[in-house]
């Protein structure tokens, strides 16, 4: 049942008693009528990760998404009001449209994206929230390739909170079985008869080192492994959670004690936040019933910012997390850097090797860019058969691999005429090509928008879509479009993955782009007749860090396609073989 303000204080939390939202069965009719009849919210998929895990007790002690004094509280201090350990703000951002449509004091119905009836708000706050004070107090930073401060530029700026009757959980149709509630997953961590649970936090797939740390971490603590990966929202890019969950089942039931491992799937909304985030995941495993918590080096981090620098320190989320280690209960298994030893066949920490012992390791940009990336098979001593199979059927060769190649430059500056001899490049080289114009695109799905921001940011955000869509099915999409907003386009990159972008800047001075406009757009603007004209009474923000840069004035179209092959081709999604 969902608690009154005061009687919030009294629970337990942190493993304690858990805040259940859920509506009792026998109300579910009345209130699921009732809710219909309501104004509606539409939340976004990271809301409906974070309502499912509020509803059920994961989120304890929280029981509502933040009002403003938690939310303040927690940026300032990482506590909430109560006093209580809280290190990452969790809000339900709506905008100025939405905040017209509703009032405090009534009920809202909150949909999921899309329409299901989840649950229902009493709304008690409707507030501002600073984006610039939440990013710099919760991921440090302002720079956009962090892919939560990017995306938050896309969050409505206010936030709304209220006591929440939750009537359904969103439906999950895979691995239904290994989907557990903490309290499901406490019931099962008890059968084992152990006292001492380590929790295993992983968005990755688990290579023999994993394997090594997680079993040698139980052993020494005479406890139960729960393997509890994200399967919610985690860093672009990254393998999907069909593919790693079928490497975890492989491993569980072939190589670990049956006794030993509990296999539970966590639908959470990772934040990328580092050190802050680190706490959140041991408040988190203290309520499915965890005591222990392996931490990695850069845990939940978001890899590295625009100059190429990792944000966070290595070593910094460990740091933090021990220092809440006796309040939430939790304690850290630090994640050691280990070797493989072929002469012995086995890991040891590499702090326990001396040097002349022969060594092997391979490097995660490795796994990526030298087997994964080029079809290549992981060894033996690195991965197991079972992993390296399903990995090789998500990652084929890189030539055979999705990527979006995607201009942008003023108006008249060259791009669409470059991208479409690089087109025919790549068609001769044998890759599939889909070539979206940005005119030809706002004639074909983006009819009806304007040219504000907004709505300059939605064509772009649709080109992006299936731009991702395409790269993720293995296909080869050039974008040309302005896109004149950092945010925007540092969106692209993340809803793309990083990996299989490139951003080609096309460098062309605005008095050249004028004077190649034969339809008069430029001095139509001048003249006041368009309003809001990039690069006259409209800003473009160029490029500062485009994987490849190029000029117009003194290098034809076909040069400059010429060279962006080149790229294609040293990051292996042209094979270079095939020119003649």
């Known amino acids: 049942m969902l608690a009154t303000k005061e009687e919030s204080k009294l629970i337990e939390p942190y493993g304690g008693e858990l805040v259940d939202l859920l509506v009792p069965v026998e109300d579910l009719p009345a209130r699921m009528a009732y809710g219909s009849s309501l104004p509606s919210v539409r939340l976004s998929q990271r809301a409906v990760h974070d309502l499912e895990l509020m509803a059920v007790g994961a989120f304890s002690p929280l029981d509502r998404f933040m009002s403003k004094a938690d939310h303040q509280s927690v940026l300032d201090d990482m506590r909430l009001t109560n006093g209580y350990i809280y290190p990452l703000p969790i809000t339900l951002p709506i905008d100025e449209d939405e905040k017209s449509r509703i009032q405090v004091g009534q009920d809202i119905a909150l949909r999921s994206p899309q329409n299901e009836l989840l649950a229902i708000m009493t709304l008690e706050e409707i507030y501002e929230w600073d984006l610039e004070e939440a990013a710099l107090k919760v991921f ?70 994993h394997e090594a740390l997680t079993k040698r971490a139980t052993q020494e603590r005479d406890g139960v492994l729960l393997l509890h990966p994200v399967v919610g929202m985690t860093r672009p890019g990254d393998v999907d959670h069909y593919t790693r969950v079928r490497t975890y089942r492989a491993l569980a039931r072939r190589y670990y004690d049956r006794d030993r491992i509990l296999l539970s799937l966590l639908p959470l909304a990772m934040r990328m936040a580092g050190p802050r985030e680190a706490v959140w995941h041991a408040l988190i495993r203290r309520n499915y019933g965890a005591n222990h918590l392996i931490v990695g080096r850069d845990h939940a981090g978001p890899g590295s910012d625009s100059e190429g620098k990792p944000f966070y320190g290595p070593y910094d989320a460990q740091e933090l997390v021990e220092s809440f280690s006796d309040e939430l209960g ?72 999705g990527a979006c190649i995607w201009f942008t430059g003023l108006h008249n500056s060259g791009k669409s005429t470059t991208a479409s001899v690089l087109t025919s490049f790549l068609l001769e080289h044998g890759r599939n090509v889909t070539l979206l114009d940005g005119d030809v695109v706002r004639t074909h799905f983006s009819e009806g928008l304007g040219f504000s921001k907004e709505d300059r940011d939605d064509h772009v955000r649709r080109m992006a879509y299936v731009a991702s869509e395409i790269v993720r099915h293995g296909g080869m999409v050039i974008c040309a479009a302005v896109s004149p907003y950092r945010v925007t386009r540092n969106d692209v990159r993340n809803m793309v993955g990083k990996d299989h972008y490139v951003e080609v800047f096309v460098d062309t001075p605005l008095e050249v782009c004028e004077r190649r406009d034969t339809k008069g757009l430029y001095a139509r603007a001048r003249r006041g007749e368009i309003k809001g004209f990039t690069g006259i009474d409209d800003p473009y923000e160029a490029p500062r860090y485009p994987e490849v840069r190029i000029e117009t004035l003194d290098q034809s179209a076909e040069e400059n396609a010429r060279v962006i092959l080149g790229r294609l081709i040293e990051k292996g999604f042209v094979r270079e073989d095939t020119m003649q």
Do not use: C
């Not at 890991?347 to 940009?365: C, F, L, M, Q, W």
């Not at 994964?372 to 199979?389: C, D, I, M, S």
């Open 330 to 401: 939790v304690t850290v298994v630090p994640f050691r850097m280990m070797v493989y030893l072929p002469d012995e066949e086995r890991y040891e920490e590499i702090s326990k090797v001396s040097r002349d012992t022969r060594t092997a390791a391979i490097s995660g940009t490795q796994v990526r860019e030298e087997y994964l990336h080029n079809g290549k098979e992981l060894p033996a001593w690195f991965t197991r058969p079972e992993v390296a199979e399903i990995l090789s059927e998500t990652y084929p060769p890189r030539y055979r691999q």
């Open 140 to 209: 440090g930073t302002l720079d956009l390739r962090h892919p939560l401060v990017s995306e938050m530029y896309r969050w409505g700026k206010y936030n709304i909170s209220g006591p929440l009757q939750v009537l359904q959980l969103p439906t999950h149709f895979d691995f239904k079985d290994i989907r557990m509630t903490p309290a499901q997953t406490r019931a099962r961590l008890e059968s084992f008869g152990h006292q001492n649970v380590v929790a295993f936090q992983t968005r990755n797939p688990l290579h023999r080192v």
